[in-house]
């Protein structure tokens, strides 16, 4: 929509940004807060007015929208800070998932809250914790990094500063990208292990697990669809690990609190030794602390 279409009528008191989230494929999750506050605000400022009017249309919303992208992300949002400024309440959405992680609307909370004016957020859907509550982590901490750079010489880079962290590691990473993207991880991580989500609520919905370049293997021919990747966290160094089974299962167990299918699985690969003749010396250790 144009600035014509925007009534600008000056209130007494700034009006209030709504930081929405919307579904990131079923549109069933969208959340009943978050259609009344998209029913009830003045305007709707969304990446692509297309997309957002398929969600307008399934919870019959009439609310105009506002087109804000990264592009114009800088120039749009002075329009959006002199709309709140004079009494209009927002509300921000995403294409899918919490707008600001990953996705245009930064910049227009900052500039909101520099010029007092409210903001709020409504929770809800998001592709990062969506893929953590079902990873089955069971290290409290983790490390997101957002989307991988686009350019291999850079990726490597970004990963090498990061393949010390002792914690999971989490990414976006889009279809046309993903297989280039798991040669690097392999090149510069090593033999760890990955999971990949796939159209996460969707009807295709798929998580793919093994070492990274088996699932680099796995995707060789083309994947579509939103992609989330969580890569584990690195090891203790050779310094740092303990120097028998026993202890090192013990460390596992203690120290980054695994499970005991975890703990197997990560020995057995890490070592290259057979799985049963782990499980077998971490079930004594596991039933003697029991």
């Not at 925007?6 to 929405?20: C, F, R």
């Not at 914690?167 to 690097?184: A, M, N, V």
């Not at 293997?217 to 690195?234: F, I, N, P, S």
Request: glycine content about 6%; proline content about 5%.
């Amino acid at each position: 929509m144009t600035n014509k279409n925007i009534k600008t009528s000056q209130k007494n008191t700034p009006g209030a940004l709504y930081v929405v989230a919307t579904p990131i494929g079923n549109l069933e999750d969208i959340s009943v807060r978050a259609v009344q506050i998209l029913s009830t605000v003045d305007l709707i400022a969304c990446e692509d007015t297309r997309h957002t009017r398929k969600l307008c249309h399934y919870c019959k919303i009439e609310t105009p929208l506002f087109s804000y992208y990264r592009e114009r992300e800088q120039e749009r949002s002075e329009i959006l800070i002199n709309l709140l400024a004079a009494g209009k309440d927002i509300a921000l959405v995403s294409d899918a998932g919490t707008p600001a992680i990953c996705d245009p609307g930064s910049i227009l909370v900052n500039k909101a809250r520099g010029s007092g004016i409210k903001v709020v957020p409504i929770a809800g859907p998001s592709a990062l914790t969506a893929s953590l509550s079902i990873a089955g982590l069971t290290d409290p901490q983790f490390f997101f990094g957002g989307f991988l750079p686009a350019r291999s010489t850079d990726r490597k880079k970004f990963l090498k500063n990061v393949s010390s962290l002792p914690y999971p590691l989490i990414f976006y990473e889009t279809p046309h990208r993903i297989y280039d993207s798991l040669l690097d991880m392999a090149d510069v991580l090593g033999k760890r292990r990955i999971q990949l989500f796939r159209e996460l609520s969707k009807i295709h919905e798929e998580h793919l697990e093994g070492i990274i370049t088996d699932l680099a293997e796995r995707v060789r021919e083309g994947v579509k669809g939103e992609l989330v990747l969580v890569v584990q966290g690195a090891m203790p160094t050779a310094s740092e690990k303990p120097e028998s089974i026993e202890e090192l299962i013990l460390w596992h167990r203690d120290e980054l609190q695994t499970s005991l299918k975890d703990t197997v699985r990560n020995i057995a690969s890490d070592l290259d030794i057979p799985r049963s003749s782990v499980y077998k010396r971490a079930l004594a250790v596991w039933k003697k602390s029991d």
